[in-house]
């Protein structure tokens, strides 16, 4: 597997490329289908006296998904311990997650005698709901139009390109970033989605059923 190192406001020294060397072949005994793992150092001094760290970020790149981790300390050569333990994490638990899919196979089943779904994070509605929505008896709840506009949290924005997957797919993505969720566009009806991770190895999906915007209705 080929190694990239990179060094931002910090000098690569040949004892660190050695010990990136040592790391690179425990993360290619986990995947062995990788091609390149790219090794970014990033030192960090500050003004108002803290002290300077580094930070290693990780890129796992080759046949299959993108796998990445960063990790800061003090010490460059700690930061790359802990980045290299969490790379490695995540690879362990999506190697664990595809043996567990595969030996115990998860669908939807449903129990025609009561109606319940079985193996899936969906609770149907009850009767009394879908009449409460069919007659609107829902309550809208609307906010105050002086503060709609603000809010103390700054909000940051990022745009990907839509990737067509299955959740399956998505899941195992998910793992291999280490996120808590996963964006996506469901290759079986089209619909923009979101997989997330619940308790142990349970995982929930969202959907957004409807993609055109919705008429404006005249006052």
């Not at 490329?17 to 005994?29: F, G, L, P, T």
């Not at 760290?53 to 993108?66: N, Q, S």
Request: proline share 4%; charged share 30%.
């Amino acid at each position: 597997m080929e190694t990239s190192i990179v060094g931002v406001g910090v000098g690569i020294t040949d004892r660190f490329r050695s010990v990136v060397e040592d790391k690179a072949a425990r993360i290619e005994h986990l995947a062995p289908r990788a091609q390149r793992v790219e090794v970014k150092v990033t030192h960090r001094a500050y003004h108002n006296g803290r002290v300077e760290d580094d930070t290693v970020e990780l890129t796992l790149t080759g046949k299959g998904p993108i796998v990445r981790a960063e990790a800061t300390d003090g010490d460059k050569f700690t930061a790359l311990d802990l980045a290299v333990d969490k790379l490695c994490e995540q690879l362990r638990r999506a190697k664990d997650k595809r043996l567990d899919a595969r030996n115990h196979p998860r669908g939807a089943k449903l129990d025609k005698s009561s109606g319940a779904l079985q193996g899936i994070d969906v609770q149907p509605a009850s009767v009394d709901v879908l009449r409460a929505v069919a007659t609107g008896e829902i309550p809208i709840i609307t906010g105050n139009e002086e503060e709609d506009g603000y809010t103390p949290v700054v909000i940051r924005t990022k745009e990907f390109e839509a990737e067509w997957m299955s959740v399956e797919e998505a899941v195992d993505r998910m793992e291999l970033v280490g996120h808590d969720f996963f964006l996506f566009v469901d290759v079986r009806t089209d619909h923009p989605s979101v997989v997330y991770r619940r308790k142990g190895w349970d995982y929930g999906v969202i959907s957004l059923t409807t993609q055109a915007a919705p008429e404006a209705v005249a006052s």
